[in-house]
């Protein structure tokens, strides 16, 4: 079985640019991310359709990314994101290798009009 979902827009890396924020109940500090990755985030959740398989035990993910620039950037930084975007979204039940124990990231390519991810979950 195999799941696929199209992420529109360009994936803003996750670990870039994080802000510390205080808990206003305790006061204790912690880290956030960027307020781009959490627009991001928002949003994206909307391209994840739920089936029957949500929370898969065993699967390979295929990450195909499309930037809408040339600008150099890390896949496994966009990586990150959307698969931390499928743990949120209740696809996948975690992203450790226990769980996820082959990602394959691909660069496929810019796309000025179109900037996406691809994304391929194989059920085992």
């Known amino acids: 079985m195999e799941l696929k979902y199209t992420i529109l827009g360009d994936i803003p890396s996750k670990k870039n640019s994080k802000r510390m924020l205080r808990n206003p109940k305790t006061g204790k500090m912690f880290p956030a991310g960027s307020k781009n990755y959490l627009n991001w ?5 909307n391209y994840i359709t739920h089936s029957r ?3 898969i035990e065993r699967a390979e993910v295929t990450l195909t990314v499309f930037p809408k620039t040339r ?6 930084n966009k990586a990150e994101s959307v698969m931390d975007l499928l ?3 209740a696809v996948i ?3 450790n290798w226990f769980i996820v124990g082959d990602v394959r990231l691909k660069f496929g390519g810019v796309d000025k009009v179109n900037p996406r ?3 391929l979950v194989k059920v085992l």
Not at 41 to 45: F, I, L, N
Not at 71 to 76: E, H, K, V, W
Request: net charge negative; proline share 0%; hydrophobic share 40%.
């Open 41 to 45: 985030k928002r949003t994206a959740g």
């Open 93 to 95: 039940k975690d992203d």
């Open 117 to 119: 991810c691809e994304v």
């Open 71 to 76: 600008r150099a950037a890390d896949l496994t």
């Open 87 to 89: 743990v949120d979204t």
């Open 53 to 55: 398989f949500a929370l």
